[in-house]
């Protein structure tokens, strides 16, 4: 059977869901295939960043996230120990949802966001946002179905599927086609894009079980528990189920049960109620070459592979989905120039690169753990050590400060740009990053107020025939006008042009002289 659509997505895990979504936000239709029948078992990531949390949110399913995930009382502490038998070395505390709640309803200067992060499982959130894209009326998802091959021609991509449960083959024909089949994507392969590694690939064995043993808790309340052996244990319900990751070392194999394996790495002996899975997986730090071969893009862990710890490689890569999603229905929906589509790896690509190398400091803080203990230190001083790295946790700057300074699509703004923070989110409608979010006097918050497409926020009163101009030119722009002097004061700028994303694209003081160069430049140019 031939099948055509605008957009066919391979893989259904949330990359590939989230990117499902937000085509259907802007009215696109697209077919999601994925080999699988249903969502991952094992629970894979188990934290989303605020940053994401404000683009689910922008979709209608930050809620049902939160009410899936873990309860808004509990912390993300890290604890720190050499051994289940021996005291903590250092904890790293990481304030529950229901504190930074608090803390960001006493501020309203720019510096907080819209939604806190949440800890949720992987295979949870695949499920919620895969059921959610399954319920779409304009998402078609396919389960089992398995992609093969490609070509491209001038009208766009045809792949070739099979369907595992009928054993029967399909052609469908799309205008583009997304990978986000994960790290060993096929379809990345298929195109011969090499991927960047920076280091060594490492091996890893997780036991995901439950146990209810009081054993697992005697260094307290802590979501997750490194331990020197090289082992990292993860609460992943605050009650009783758990994921144990042990490293295999060079040279190392698996040949005895892994859950024995972890409780002699531990050095306790622990009542396992019952093994939910147990998986291989491989620690990578790599990034795609390119993020486009033609009318094929790669997105997620397809366009770039990370270790688990920090939560960079799912936020990052909901991050791309959003992005390119709402590019591609720009440009499906007849408003788009031709380097609109351009930009997605301009932007996105540095923001992994900038993201693999935060992985690795934290992955350098785990490493160096291990050995201080092993090279016998104190824990007086590796203590010490581990409190130097405690911004590690607290790093509000790189999950919303990401700038896409480099974008062709994005107005430079004379003068140097603000500094950027590593804890703690910078307010600036500097063109290329994510603009401040604010409490109205109606207790609303301006990103609420955002239009799906474009949107020209005017704090002066003189920006409403530029929308209109626009909107003559078939770009669909909201023109939100605001009286309100914090927002006038924090956002910098009478006129500040506003994303999908919630990026600023262009500001200026006052009505420029060709506002159409202006539209030219950020919607991708002419058509």
Known sequence: MVFTVPVLIVGAGPVGSVLGLELAHHGVPSMII????G????????????????????????????????GPEHNANFIWTRGFDQPTVATWEHASVDEWVDRYSQVNDGTAPTQPYQRVQGSLLEGILRDRATGHELIDVRDGWTFTEL?????????????????????????????????????????????????PRTQFCSVYFKSSDPVLRSHGRGFVTVEASGVTLVSRDEKDTWTAS?????????????????????????????????????????VASTYRRGSVFLAGDSAHQFY??????????????????????????????????????????????????????????????AQ????????????????????????????????YADSPVIAADD?????????QIVPTTWPGGRAPSLRLE????????????????????????LARAAVARGIPMTYLRISDDTVAKVWERALVLVRPDQHVCWRAEEAPDNWNAVLDRVVGGAR
């Open 39 to 70: 969502p991952s078992k094992h629970p894979k990531m188990d934290y989303i960043n605020g940053r994401s949390m404000e683009l689910l949110h922008r979709l209608g399913v930050a809620d049902e996230v939160r009410a899936g995930g873990i």
């Open 246 to 286: 042990l490293r295999l070392f060079d040279g190392e194999t698996l040949t005895e049960d892994p859950v024995l394996l972890v409780q002699k790495r531990l050095g306790v002996s622990i009542d396992i109620d019952e093994v939910l899975s147990i998986a291989q997986w491989e620690g990578a730090l790599a």
């Open 415 to 423: 003068g140097p740009a603000p500094l950027w923070r590593w804890r």
């Open 372 to 403: 201080l203990a092993r090279d016998g230190a104190s824990s007086e001083h590796i203590a010490g050590f581990l409190a130097e790295e405690t911004h590690q946790g607290d790093n509000g700057g790189i999950h919303f400060g990401y700038r």
């Open 308 to 369: 688990p710890t920090g939560g960079h490689g799912a936020n990052t890569g909901l991050g791309d989905a959003v992005d390119l999603g709402w590019k591609l229905a720009a440009t499906l929906n007849g408003w788009a120039g031709p380097r609109l589509l351009d930009s997605y790896e301009a932007e996105r690509r540095p923001v992994a690169l900038f993201n693999r190398e935060m992985c690795a400091n934290l992955l350098e803080v785990w490493r160096r753990f």
């Open 34 to 37: 994925d080999r699988a029948v």
């Open 151 to 199: 070509y491209q021609d001038d009208t766009g991509v045809v792949a070739t599927v099979v369907d595992s449960t009928t054993n029967t083959w399909h052609t469908i024909r799309a205008r583009y086609l997304v990978a986000c089949d994960g790290g060993s994507s096929t379809v990345r392969q298929f195109l011969g894009i090499t991927a960047d590694n920076n280091g």
């Open 442 to 465: 109606d207790g609303s918050n301006v990103f609420d107020h955002l239009g799906p497409e474009l949107t020209l926020v005017d704090t002066s009163g003189i920006g409403e025939p």
